[in-house]
């Protein structure tokens, strides 16, 4: 097996249940032993561990999951075996990509049948947040100070407004804030960095890349670590940050930044990558990315958020992809 570096969680997380299937000799086998693999496999698999913290940690959340799921896999794999074989049948006409495509079908079938406990930190998120939304929901909530946050689609976020403090943590995804002037600080708490405002509107977006924060109005002081390295942004400004380092400062177009608000979604050049986590906010089911080297070729456009299957046939056009959906609704674009 080939080692991929990725290029987002989700390319790392798709690229962990690879491995773990390859660690299986059966789908319906709870018992994931690398002896299985060769010593030129077991090489790729500590290299392609060791080139990146979040593949370590994919590969236990994936190892974890198979534990949880291998019985429902091995139950349903009956029903998925049209869609296998299919995949297989391919792979036996390019005998060369044999292989991947047997890990890609092993993989494939593990995701199909284990939607259920897909992402289940979002789960987790959504039970312990305060407010939440669905894909494709956007949700605006006013909250006790009078300030208004609105929701993009799949995101979450806890509150805590007393008489002396207004703290916001954003779980996930995306939130934007109109903060009502009180004269009390209000801080927003994002992966390792906070944002802090007295009164303004802003964005707070939470991305596999790091955080964004994208200013629409009057200014904020966005720390990649609490209390450490604060940078003032004004009006048509964003800054990221990501394990405690701040990226450079930017100058953004607020009409295309804040498009979401209005149920539009805006790509410039952006990698397919990051445009399919976008739309990913607004389609129910998971969509997967097999090829690195496609998701960094840039797309374009402006779609309505309503129809995100609209914006997948536009990029299809363009880049020349093929989707294939799943038995279970996953998506996958190779």
Do not use: C
């Not at 773990?20 to 496999?41: F, G, H, K, Y």
């Not at 890349?209 to 048509?236: C, D, F, K, N, Y």
């Amino acid at each position: 097996m080939t080692p991929i570096t990725p290029a987002s969680r989700q390319q790392s997380e798709d690229v962990a249940l690879l491995w773990v299937t390859r660690l299986a000799a059966e789908p319906d086998n709870r018992q994931l032993a690398e002896a299985r693999l060769s010593p030129q496999e077991r090489g790729d698999l500590q290299r392609w561990l060791d080139a990146d913290t979040g593949n370590a940690q994919a590969y236990a959340r994936a190892r974890q999951l198979w534990q949880l799921t291998a019985m429902p896999a091995a139950r349903l794999a009956g029903e998925e075996d049209a869609a296998l074989q299919a995949i297989l049948r391919r792979g036996r006409q390019r005998p060369r990509r044999r292989l991947a495509a047997l890990a890609i079908a092993a993989s494939l079938l593990f995701a199909a049948v284990s939607m259920l406990a897909w992402q289940p930190e979002r789960w987790i998120d959504n039970l312990q947040a305060d407010y939440s939304s669905a894909p494709g929901q956007l949700r605006t909530v006013t909250l006790a100070d009078g300030s208004e946050v609105t929701l993009d689609g799949d995101s979450a976020l806890d509150v805590s407004v007393t008489d002396s403090a207004r703290n916001v943590h954003l779980r996930r995804g995306a939130a934007f804030f109109k903060v009502r002037h009180t004269g009390q600080a209000f801080v927003v708490h994002a992966d390792t960095g906070e944002v802090t405002v007295l009164g303004t509107r802003f964005e707070v977006r939470r991305e596999a890349h790091g955080t964004e924060v994208t200013v629409e109005e009057g200014r904020v002081a966005v720390s990649p670590l609490p209390g450490i390295g604060a940078q003032v942004l004004t009006a048509g400004e964003r800054i990221d940050y990501r394990d405690g380092h701040a990226g450079a400062l930017q100058s953004v177009d607020p009409q295309q930044a804040f498009a979401w608000r209005e149920g539009r979604l805006s790509f410039r050049r952006v990698p397919l990558a990051d445009a399919l986590a976008v739309v990913q906010r607004y389609y129910p089911q998971r969509i997967v990315l097999l090829d690195s080297s496609l998701g960094a070729r840039p797309v374009s456009g402006e779609f309505s958020s309503q129809d995100p299957t609209v914006v997948l046939a536009a990029f299809q056009a363009v880049l020349g992809f093929s989707q294939q959906r799943l038995p279970g609704g996953t998506l996958l674009i190779r």
